[in-house]
């Protein structure tokens, strides 16, 4: 974790306990402060160094606040921020942790239970506590409740956003060490699940010694949790990683064997054990000859382990793309030559959801062309929110600015001058009924409609199923984004019939979203292969309210092998025409 991070985190807890103490507007600093600090590019130790008014100079810190800033890099603490953590000896941030928990229930529920931590939260749920706390009732109390198991997962697990980033460094910085010859990451991070235990590290070397100390002295490392022989783990930006060295001979088999996933390999292995085969993380072994193949970890003679690749086909099988292992019939697919040919990141020739400054963006329509157009995209749709439920205050177009920004859009794509097809659309809100909030004449009208839910998503599963249901058989609606409006470990979102939906979506061509930010990644990986069995199309789309976040589109891409996508099944992996011809239809 950066310094800057570690700032922004202590100022976001200064806000919220501001806020649980009744304290007004002084929260909403606070926050917009950790915002640009975390943002900032120049680390705030440096100018912490310099001074109060070095440190004043990031957008949006204030004096007072660049005032404590200095003073926790002099004292190691900030006397303010102590007080109220005396005044408030709760965990904030796990309780706030549990959807429908916010500061200021935080602080109505320490000062009438005392409740400090989820333990203590729970059992005053279960003893039918909260509900007698005034502005209290027993529906939240329930809704307390049903909330707090999610809560748990959510502290223990990391978004693949947060998690990848910190593997891709690890990986890099050993590839580089002189004594690897090769390097790769295994577990969950490599199968691109939408969370992370913890990463997971493979080095193939014959000095094991200089790798770990070399590991442990990574300079993105916080702590060392272990530092052995052949392996080690460090925590890196809050997330364990662990490293384990085998040899070259044994490279193949270890990587296949710290992908996993459990269930895949225990598959895996018995199709060897079939094939009077043994395999393990050691390697490949004929043990046919041999009277206890239980032995030891290398009985028999090797067949395979050098490579992961030489492993499936010793066992008469094509070789498993990661994303697949999670036992749903990839090993029978495998054993037949039945794979399918999945999507790959390359292939995406465009996104068809993004926003600009027009809504919730930072960049203007041309800025976001033109990182289209970096990208050597063919196509790129601005779809800016248009005003309804869920839509914060003004953020949203009304029909008159829609039309006036579809001749902004024409003259941005103009004044780009970049081999870039722009389609103008939007995204329009799916209301807790199923309708569409914006006109139908206005909807006629553009490229494109991406609907997407963003109010109401508590809502049960039948009327979350009704709800899109309508809305993918809208007839100008051309892709459900983001279908469920989950937030990964923050809330659980809609829970339609996935099948029920997506049939819905093939029978009206209406293609399903994977939104590739990685705090939403959604639909998942499941669904997506519901959407695909249903015959239905999907769309990898980054909805990107930045440059940079399009570099998102990675999480959508691998979401959408998870869910056994080819190129075919995706629409932005299409020609322009195609595409043009798709939403006409
Ligand atoms: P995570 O970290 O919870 O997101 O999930 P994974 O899949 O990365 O699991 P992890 O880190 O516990 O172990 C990495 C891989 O190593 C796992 O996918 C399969 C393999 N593995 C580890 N321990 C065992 C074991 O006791 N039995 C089997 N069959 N495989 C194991
Ligand atoms: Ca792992
Ligand atoms: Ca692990
Ligand atoms: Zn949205």
Redesign the pocket.
């Given at each position: 974790m950066s310094r800057n991070d570690e700032v922004a985190a202590l100022l976001e807890e200064f806000a919220d306990r501001l806020e649980a103490t009744g304290v007004e507007y002084k929260p909403t600093a606070y926050r917009r402060a950790a915002e640009n600090v975390r943002e900032h590019t120049a680390p705030i130790e440096n100018l912490a160094g310099e001074g109060e008014d070095a440190v004043a100079e990031i957008d949006r810190v204030g004096d007072a606040i660049a005032s404590k800033i200095v003073e926790y890099f002099e004292t190691g603490s900030i006397a303010e921020l102590e007080d109220l953590r005396e005044e408030l000896p709760a965990d904030i941030e796990a309780l706030t942790a549990v959807e429908g928990v916010g500061p200021k229930t935080v602080g109505s529920l320490y000062e009438a239970l005392g409740v400090t931590t989820l333990d203590e939260l729970e059992k005053a749920a279960e003893g039918e506590k909260i509900r007698e706390v005034s502005g209290f009732g027993a529906t939240t109390e329930q809704n307390i409740l049903d909330n707090i198991p999610f809560a748990r997962e959510a502290r223990e697990?990391t978004r693949l956003g947060d998690a990848r980033p910190v593997a891709d460094a690890a990986l890099s910085y050993l590839a580089d060490l002189d004594a690897v010859a090769e390097a790769e990451v295994?577990?969950?991070?490599r199968?691109w699940?939408d969370?992370?235990?913890?990463?997971?590290l493979l080095v193939a070397s014959r000095e094991r010694e200089p790798i770990v100390e070399a590991f442990t002295d990574w300079p993105e490392a916080d702590a060392t949790i272990e530092a052995g022989t052949g392996k080690a783990s460090v925590r890196a930006s809050g997330t364990r990683v662990?490293l384990r060295i085998v040899d070259g001979e044994e490279f193949g088999s270890a990587l296949q064997?710290?992908?996993?996933?459990?269930a895949h390999?225990?598959a895996v292995?018995n199709r060897a054990l079939d094939r009077d085969l043994k395999l393990n993380e050691y390697g490949l072994f004929d043990v046919s000859g041999v009277d206890d193949p239980d032995a030891g970890q290398r009985v028999g003679e090797r067949v395979a382990g050098a490579s992961e690749d030489g492993v499936y086909e010793a066992l008469d099988m094509d070789p498993v793309p990661p994303e697949l292992r999670e036992d749903n019939g990839e090993v029978a697919a495998a054993a037949a030559g039945d794979l399918p040919d999945l999507v790959e990141t390359a292939d995406l020739r465009g996104d068809l959801h993004t926003h600009t400054d027009w809504s919730d963006g930072s960049f203007s329509i041309a800025e976001m062309i033109g990182a289209a157009a970096e990208r050597s995209y063919d196509v790129h749709a601005v779809t800016d929110h248009a005003a309804g439920p869920g839509i914060f205050g003004n953020t949203g177009l009304g029909e008159a600015e829609i039309a006036e920004q579809a001749e902004a859009v024409d003259e941005a794509s103009d004044a780009v001058d970049a081999d870039v097809e722009v389609l103008h659309g939007i995204e329009a809100n799916i209301d807790a009924e199923g309708a569409i909030t914006t006109d139908d004449d206005t909807l006629a009208d553009l490229d494109l409609v991406v609907a997407s839910p963003h109010s109401a998503l508590g809502q049960d599963s039948d009327a979350a199923t009704e709800r899109l249901i309508r809305a993918v058989e809208h007839p100008h609606v051309d892709v459900l984004g983001h279908p469920t409006g989950r937030i990964i470990n923050s809330r659980p979102g809609l829970a339609p019939d996935v099948e029920a939906v997506v049939e819905a979506a093939a029978a009206a061509g209406t293609a399903i979203e994977v939104n590739a930010n990685p705090a939403r990644l959604d639909a998942d990986g499941d669904a997506v292969r519901a959407a695909i069995d249903a015959g239905a199309t999907i769309a990898v789309n980054t909805d990107a309210h930045a440059p940079r976040e399009l570099d998102n589109v990675r999480y959508g891409a691998h979401t959408a092998r998870r869910g056994w996508a080819e190129a075919a099944d995706v629409l932005n992996a299409r020609s322009p025409d195609e595409i043009r011809e798709f939403l006409d239809d």
């Open positions: 697990r295994c577990g969950s991070i199968r699940k969370t992370i235990g913890d990463v997971d662990d064997y710290f992908t996993g996933s459990r390999n225990v292995r």
